[in-house]
C-alpha cells in the first residue's frame, strides 16, 4: 500500500472532499436554526444530526476513491535540477551583498 498525500490539483474523490468539512457544518447548522425559528423541531432534538454530517464528510473523505489521483510529488522527479534565479534577483526584490564582503558585523 502506498502513501497517500492530499493534492489540491487532483480531481480524485478523496482530494475534493478534504476541504467539504467546513461548508457541510455551516449549511447544516443553518437548516437545524431555520427549523428551530419556524418551531419545526426545536435544535435541541436535531443537534445529532451534525454529528451524522461531521461523520459521512469523514467517512467519505477517508475512504473515497482514489482513482485518478495525480500524487503531488509527481510534478518534480526527485533528480531534476533547480535553476537558480537571475543574477541580481532575490525574492525581496534586492541583491545579495558580495561573497567577499569585508562588513565587519557580518558573520560567516
Not at 493534492?7 to 468539512?21: A, D, E, L
Not at 543574477?87 to 569585508?102: F, K, L
Request: with cysteine.
Amino acid at each position: 500500500m502506498t502513501a497517500y498525500f492530499k493534492n489540491k490539483n487532483c480531481r480524485c474523490v478523496r482530494c475534493r472532499t478534504q476541504g467539504m468539512m467546513g461548508p457541510a457544518v455551516l449549511i447544516t447548522l443553518g437548516i437545524l436554526f431555520l427549523l428551530d425559528n419556524y418551531h419545526v423541531a426545536p435544535f435541541d432534538t436535531t443537534f445529532p444530526v451534525l454529528f451524522l454530517v461531521i461523520g459521512a464528510v469523514l467517512l467519505i473523505s477517508r475512504t473515497g476513491s482514489t482513482e485518478g489521483h495525480i500524487d503531488p510529488t509527481w510534478y518534480a522527479s526527485p533528480g531534476a535540477q533547480q535553476t537558480p534565479p537571475a543574477q541580481g534577483w532575490t525574492a525581496g526584490g534586492t541583491t545579495p551583498p558580495p561573497s567577499g564582503s569585508s562588513d565587519p558585523e557580518m558573520k560567516p
